[in-house]
């Protein structure tokens, strides 16, 4: 009788614990909530994919959108179909791997919408192939786009924040940046720096009222992988990736993704990763770390071996003849919704 009146009051003050914890969780949560409506929102790699997508729903919502990217005529046909929608979008040609051009694209933004109050870093590059077959300049591409750009464009967006004592800011790193992938190596290098910075930079903006959401990312159905670059044997590389990438379970649409991003930036939340599969990695990782080291390494040994191209790469859009037609149909439909259509 006294164990089980022992076992009562042990659920009782548990289940009391576990209230208190979700109505702190909600009174947070409510008190950081930021509509989007007549807000400006700059998305770096907003031409395409996923930035693209970020940008027609944050443009939805009621937000100024400002959207960067380095090829003029893909963010030409961004700017149309934005505009298209009846969203306020101001396009901006941009390398944001060069610090002055980061500096003036968030002074062109402040100037045209008079504020930044969510910046959305998103710029990517993919390379994909065996580590044998990258050079250093791979490794100093995706450190440049995926660490330097993102801290170019926070530290030029950081004092317009800290003048008005707020912000959010949305750094889109990977699931690669939790779990290392082979055949990945540069991107998994440089997207782990970013979820270091990004972590490191929520603890240490929080007291200026900036929110920082790391945003970790699985795979997602937006056309990508036509614009990735593949090096060694570069159709064999494009036909796994790609297949990969489409697979139901494993990947994601972009406007779920999108949905999910922008509702973790308005209430200011540390960290998403989604989808399930990538939750379960990371979740694995953190545990055993061991166990997906192995797994990645029984996973490349099924991958192409060096060879093909050597040095030199190619764009998925001209690495399509290994993969099934009907997976290359849906990527190019997707791509087609995505604006991931211009490389050749």
């Known amino acids: 009788m006294n164990s089980r009146k022992a076992g009562v009051t042990v659920l009782t003050v548990a289940g009391g614990l576990i209230g208190i914890a979700l109505g702190v969780r909600t009174f947070v949560r409510a008190r950081r909530y ?140 990977s699931i690669g940046g939790k779990v290392a992938a082979p055949h990945l190596l540069p991107y998994t290098a440089s997207k782990f720096a970013l979820v270091g910075f990004s972590e490191g930079l929520r603890a240490e903006l929080l007291k200026n009222n900036i929110f920082v959401t790391t945003v970790v990312p699985g795979l997602f159905r937006s056309g990508s992988p036509r614009n990735a670059y593949f090096k060694g044997q570069h159709e064999k590389e494009y036909a796994w990736f790609a ?61 192409p071996s060096p060879g093909g191209l050597r040095n030199w790469r190619a764009t998925g859009a001209n690495s399509t003849g290994q993969i099934p037609a009907l997976i290359q149909r849906r990527i190019d439909q997707t791509g087609e919704e995505h604006n991931e259509m211009g490389s050749t």
């Open 34 to 173: 930021m509509s989007l409506k007549g807000r400006t929102v700059l998305i770096t790699g907003g031409s395409r994919g996923l930035g693209l997508t970020l940008a027609r729903f944050a443009g939805r919502e009621g937000a100024n959108v400002a959207i960067c990217a380095r090829d003029a005529d893909e963010l030409d046909r961004a700017s149309d179909d934005l505009m298209s929608r009846g969203l306020r979008v101001l396009a901006i040609p941009c390398d944001i791997t060069d610090g002055e051009a980061a500096e003036d694209l968030v002074a062109h933004v402040v100037e045209e919408f008079g504020t930044v109050d969510v910046l959305i870093n998103n710029a990517g590059v993919i390379q994909v192939g065996p580590m044998e077959e990258m050079t250093v300049q791979d490794y100093h591409e995706a450190m440049k786009t995926h660490f330097e750009g993102h801290l170019h464009t926070t530290l030029a967006v950081l004092p317009v924040m800290r003048g008005k004592r707020g912000g959010r800011i949305v750094n889109i790193t």
């Open 243 to 303: 297949t990969a990438d489409m697979a139901p379970g494993l990947s994601m649409s972009p406007e779920l993704l999108a949905r999910r991003i922008l509702n973790a930036a308005k209430h200011g939340q540390a960290e998403l990763i989604t989808p399930m599969a990538a939750s379960l990695q990371a979740r694995i990782n953190g545990v055993v770390p061991g166990l997906m080291s192995e797994l990645s390494a029984l996973v490349n040994w099924f991958l």
